[in-house]
């Protein structure tokens, strides 16, 4: 009996190995496939955000990937839908809503379209956002990711409704000087281009960013002139924009001054329309006197301050009132005034005064705005005011100008 036991093991111990071996082989085989029966873990599905440029006119597909982790024995499938982001549905991108959006058994690869809306217009950097939901046979690694649309353009969108205008003429006035900006170029004879980072009192004494140039970063458009600001490095820095000025070419004392612009917008940004004595070269500034017409910070973009500084220096005495809108300045023109009568300053926005200052409000000190001043036209980037720019901040911004009247008696 014991040696027939012996001979039964024998002639199992090889259908045992036999066995053992095609095992092994199997779960070798199955792990090698890299995908998976059905049974197993659904892959992850990912979807790559996609930045492309737009295009000019018709439309551009945005062809945006989806990806396994691995490849499935069995269809995988998600549902795509579309929202704005800084991008608006409509008019810069065809909208999506749950786009089911299929990879086959066996692969890993899946695209799908978006159509973006190009038009003749420049702009910043939009972006849409796109949603994904409803997996089978999948899990999402997210369910979120943008699309980003480049410029191509040149153009900029002005939008004028014609509204804040001012006249051509007022009673007991007459036009002494304007500038309409309806030529190619900016008109030299009135204007010069104050370039540079402001050295040797860098960042031009309030510790801006931005580099000014001449020519780069402004433009004639439909009668208009634009100040540009932008995020790009030069000269060592990392904004640039323009700065003008009428100094030693147009002068004036007294008289209404009108100024018709459409403000930029965005933590950083500080936009100015404004005026400095002549004596500036003589007697140093806060002593000349400053008037700003017009000054807004890009984080508080319903917000326009109109504000005089005067005093013996270093620093200023200044007095200064905001007006709060309901809508922000960068929405639509507005008509920035300044009534200028010897010992009185009288400030207006759309024609409602804001600020008014006499010689007896200044309290003994000089005052120097019975003299002549020269206009200061800019975008600064930066500063001790408004702050840096940070991620919230959309580049480019755009001040711009539709005309400068100066109306005297």
């Known amino acids: 009996m014991k040696s027939l036991s012996l001979l039964r093991r024998n002639q199992l111990r090889p ?35 996609l930045t492309q440029i737009e295009g000019t006119g018709g439309s551009t597909k945005f062809v945006f990937e989806l990806s396994l ?20 549905a409509g008019e810069d991108f065809i909208a999506v809503s749950k786009l089911v959006v299929m990879i086959p058994a066996g692969q890993t690869k899946g695209t799908f379209n978006i159509d973006i809306v190009g038009d003749e217009w420049k702009e910043t950097t939009e972006d849409f956002n796109l949603q994904l939901a409803n997996p089978v046979n999948c899990r999402l690694s997210s369910t ?4 980003y649309i480049l410029n191509d353009d040149v153009r900029i969108r002005i939008n004028d409704d014609g509204s804040n205008t001012s006249p051509v003429s007022y009673p007991g006035y007459n036009l002494a000087w304007s500038d309409e900006f309806s030529g190619a170029s ?28 001449a020519e780069e970063n402004l433009y004639m458009q439909d009668g208009m002139m634009i100040i540009e600001a932008r995020a790009e490095s ?19 004392t007294f008289g209404r001054i009108d100024v018709r612009a459409k403000l930029p917008k965005g933590k950083g940004i500080w936009p100015a329309i404004w005026m400095l004595g002549t004596k500036i070269s003589t007697v140093s ?19 326009v301050y109109q504000t005089i500084h005067y005093g013996p220096g270093p620093g200023s005495i200044q007095k200064s009132k905001s007006k709060i809108s309901p809508t922000a300045y960068s929405d639509g023109f507005h008509l920035y005034s300044l009534n200028w009568e010897q010992d009185k300053l009288q400030f207006y926005i759309d024609n409602e005064i804001l600020l008014e200052v006499n010689k ?50």
């Open 144 to 147: 979120f990711n943008k699309g």
């Open 234 to 252: 030069k000269g060592g820095k990392n904004y640039t924009s323009s700065r003008i000025t009428t100094q030693n070419k147009k002068a004036f």
């Open 186 to 213: 900016l008109d030299k004879t009135s204007w010069n281009y104050e370039t540079g980072d402001g050295c040797p009192n860098c960042g031009w004494g309030n510790n801006e960013l931005q580099l000014y140039t």
């Open 360 to 409: 007896a409000d200044l309290g003994g000190q000089d005052y120097p705005f019975n003299e002549p001043f020269f206009f200061l036209f800019n975008i600064a980037v930066g500063g001790n005011w408004p702050g840096s720019p940070d991620a919230t901040t959309l580049f480019p911004q755009w001040m711009m100008v539709d005309y400068v009247r100066v109306f005297q008696k």
């Open 285 to 303: 500034w806060p002593k000349c006197g400053e008037m700003d017409i017009m000054e807004l910070l890009g984080q508080e973009p319903n917000k």
């Open 69 to 88: 982790s691995a490849a499935y024995s069995q269809p995988v499938s998600v549902e795509i839908s579309s929202a704005d982001g800084t991008a608006i």
């Open 15 to 49: 259908l045992i190995l036999i066995l053992t071996i095609f095992i092994i082989a199997f779960s070798r085989c199955s792990k090698d496939s890299g995908g998976d029966t059905g049974g197993g873990t659904p892959p992850l599905l990912s979807l790559s955000p």
